[in-house]
């Protein structure tokens, strides 16, 4: 433990696109790494990926580690594990940041089993201890109904894996410099556990919440009838809807529609929110928000506490008003 420095990132790439959280993460352990007095080092399989290094750069990364390999094109959980733990193993790092991906939550254990350490999962906030500096991992517990503060004191790395969206990406800055540097992970044919036959990607109807600038997000008191009222509302903002845990429970919407501890973290440029109290859960998912209006019958719902505007009052009557506003400024 005396010997272990750095922080290092996993960076996902799929198909030679790297995924956003990798950017976010790289802001993270960037902090945690000028908090320590460390590099932050970014971690990149794949194959035919080289060109993505500088993109790591200019968004934080003091070296990044290529790890190139034909078994590393798409994702196959034995190749990954195994060059990430022997990546691992020759730098004994302090800190280990992975994305909550469906990627993610298949390795991170896998990689904390063989290097024998705890893995914290889905964090909503790291910070260093002052007196310890250790690395505080906080994330949801008990359904969500509170926040666990963990500790990892006795083993390294310190590893944690972090949902898409919780985290700010840095500014790219182009005129960073950094080490680029390729590692073998000496892979072997009979790494390959799995053969992936053929890839099927569903088409996306609609983009992800976490990329939208406008939500607009109904909870419980919508009601099924009033999601329709939504969507009506979104369409003329050029939104998407989103929703509750209770409003996706009643199944009112999808689940990949969820905002909240246990659904997607979202940090839209407007969100509102109608019919939905405020509950610790969801506030937790959505309170970074640019501008945040809430309409709710309720004048003491702590979506209150948040909110920049605040509607008292009831979206029935309310949200109709203002789909007839919105039409008449389009055909204006």
Known sequence: MSQSKDVLVFCEQRDGI????????????????????????????GSGVENLCSTLIAHGADEVIHVDHPYL?????EPYTKAMTAVLR?????????????????????VAARVKTGL??????????????????????????????????????????????????????????GIIRSFDANLKESDKNVIIL??????????????AKILISGGRGTGKEGFAVLENVAQLLGGQVSASRAAVDEGFAPKDRQVGQTGKTVRPQLYM????????????GMEESELIIAVNKN?????????????????HKILPKLITRLEAIANE
């Open 73 to 77: 094109g798409d994702y196959m959980n």
């Open 18 to 45: 790297l995924q956003k959280v990798s950017l976010e993460l790289l802001g993270e352990g960037r902090k945690l790494a000028d908090t320590l007095g460390q590099n932050l080092v970014a971690l990149l399989p």
């Open 198 to 211: 053929e890839t099927v990607r569903a088409a996306k109807k609609t983009k992800d919440i976490t990329e």
């Open 299 to 315: 004048a003491s719902a702590p979506i209150f506490d948040v909110a920049d505007v605040g509607i008292v009052g009831d979206m």
């Open 90 to 110: 020759e730098g004994n790092y302090e800190i280990v940041l992975i994305g909550a991906t469906a990627i993610g939550r298949d390795l991170a254990p896998r």
């Open 120 to 177: 914290t999962a889905d964090c909503t906030s790291l910070e260093i201890d002052g007196e310890t500096r250790q690395l505080l991992m906080t994330r949801p517990a008990f359904g969500g109904n509170i926040l666990a503060t963990i500790i990892c004191p006795e083993h390294r790395p310190q590893m944690a894996s972090i949902r898409p969206g919780v985290m700010l990406a840095p500014v790219q800055d182009n005129t960073r410099k």
């Open 273 to 284: 929110a109608c019919g939905i109290s405020g509950a610790i859960q969801h506030l937790a």
